[in-house]
């Protein structure tokens, strides 16, 4: 199993360790619900060093990755990012993206762990004239930023300016002397950033940090990160995104803009046109019993099958079960009823607006 | 981490107190460390029979459910009310918070503490 540059620190802090795409990552430090609240009421720390980056250059960069992604690179302007998908010509997602543009030639583009060596073959079976693309996820450390006073904690150490960035901009500055990549960018549902850093300095920066943003800053582990992305209606690869589920279906239609070629947009076209089988819906529940992944919904009174749960736990931060599920019925509207089959007990509940949390 | 000595345990993480006829049961430091935080447990009833090795309740954390197993065959004269309001005092005193009371005629062999220790490894 591969490990980050901080698994000293995490050892340090007496981490909890699980297996996450093939990556032995801190899942909890102390009390995973103690991380979630901070991120929500203060701020919290998070290793994603396991996460890919693939750095794309040359004048024909942006010309590459518009004909490799659903939604095309070249018109984000400089030092801005968007969200983006990377699927195989049957129009499955091979990955969820966020792609930001360095500058008129360079694009950095963030995977997912597990996904590496899928998105490393698709970039690479997809270069265009000069466009370079590199695997350089070993030279770099992401640590993230998260929650209402991580500005406020990140400006103590950072060389730039940070308020004038933008949610979804990326700036080059330092902190502590080391180059730093600062992107407005995070999945918690907060405010933050993601610091991207070189490999051999992560160590020192995670503490420099942590000791910065002193009882304000906590660090959190993967169990906090799941709960909060839930919250915030965020997808996770594996869960609600695959090779065998359409961008549509996700809800993530907006981000693929079709009426140009790209490796998917025949299928994805007329996927379109057929309209949806399943789509992805939030669901919320009464009481303390969270309908977890791979539970099985039904129509209240039915035998029928009509979907299973992605992801689901109870909420932390609205105290009710909260769970994403792709359901058969996408005509379904928020405030039906349906019933997950908690462990052989059918259990009602309705479905909600996502995200289920949105900061004021 | 310390298993207490005069506790019995079982293999699915389980300890035991027993006094005369009754049985106080838990889940150990280990498994509460495994689940992580728990935020939801669903106890038998009072007058509830248990059966040895069959599921008997959960234990929900964020990440996780685990099953509680009865250590033995009996009757379930008390569940742990207090449990429901703060689930998360199992995480922070295993062996303090018990779930359940059983009463029992006959005891399955359980295992010691250092019997428990050499399974968890630790």
Known sequence: ?360 | MANPENLKYTKEHEWVLVENDVATIGITQYAADALGEIVYVDLPKPGTKTTYMKVCGEIESTKSVGELYAPMDGEVVESNSSLSNAPDAINSDPYGSWLIKVRFESLPELLSASEYQALTGE
């Open chain 1, 1 to 360: 199993m591969k490990s980050t540059p901080l698994q000293p620190e995490h050892e340090k802090l007496g981490a909890s360790f699980t297996d996450f795409g093939g990556w032995n990552m801190p899942v909890r430090y102390g009390s995973d619900l103690a991380e979630h609240h901070a991120v929500r009421e203060s701020a919290g720390l998070f290793d994603i060093s396991h996460m890919a980056e693939f750095w794309v250059s040359g004048s024909d960069a942006g010309q590459m990755l518009d004909q490799a992604l659903v939604n095309p690179p070249s018109e984000i302007a400089v030092g801005r990012a968007k969200y983006n998908l990377i699927c195989n010509p049957q129009g499955g997602v091979i990955d969820d993206l966020i792609v930001y543009r360095i500058s008129e030639d360079e694009f950095l583009v963030i995977a997912n762990a597990g996904n590496r060596d899928a998105v490393s073959k698709a970039l690479g079976e997809r270069t265009l004239g000069n466009a370079k693309v590199e695997d350089q996820s070993d030279d770099w450390a992401l640590l993230a930023l998260q929650g209402p006073k991580a500005t406020a904690i990140l400006q103590k150490v950072a060389s730039i300016e940070l308020e004038p960035l933008r949610y979804y901009s990326i700036a080059k500055g330092e902190i502590a002397g080391t180059p730093t990549y600062f992107c407005r960018t995070g999945y918690t549902g907060e405010d933050g950033f993601e610091v991207l850093i070189p490999a051999s300095a992560a160590g020192k920066i995670w503490q420099l940090l942590l000791e910065t943003g002193g009882q304000d800053l906590t660090a959190c582990g993967l169990a906090a990160r799941d709960t909060l992305r839930l919250e915030a209606g965020m997808p996770l690869y594996g869960h609600e995104l695959g090779l065998d589920r359409s961008p549509f279906e996700a809800n993530l239609g907006r981000s693929v803009k079709l009426e140009r070629e790209f490796v998917g947009s025949e299928a994805l076209t007329k996927i379109k046109a057929d309209g949806i089988k399943s789509k992805l819906f939030g669901l919320k529940g009464e009481g303390k019993r969270a309908a977890r992944a791979d539970y099985e919904i039904f129509l209240p009174g039915s035998n029928e099958v009509i979907g299973t749960v992605t992801s689901g736990a109870l909420s932390p931060t609205l105290g009710y079960p909260v769970a994403m599920a792709y359901l058969s019925k996408p005509e379904l509207e928020v405030g039906a009823k349906v019933e997950v089959d908690i462990r052989g007990t059918r259990t009602e509940f309705e479905i909600a607006q996502l995200p289920f949390y949105k900061r004021s």
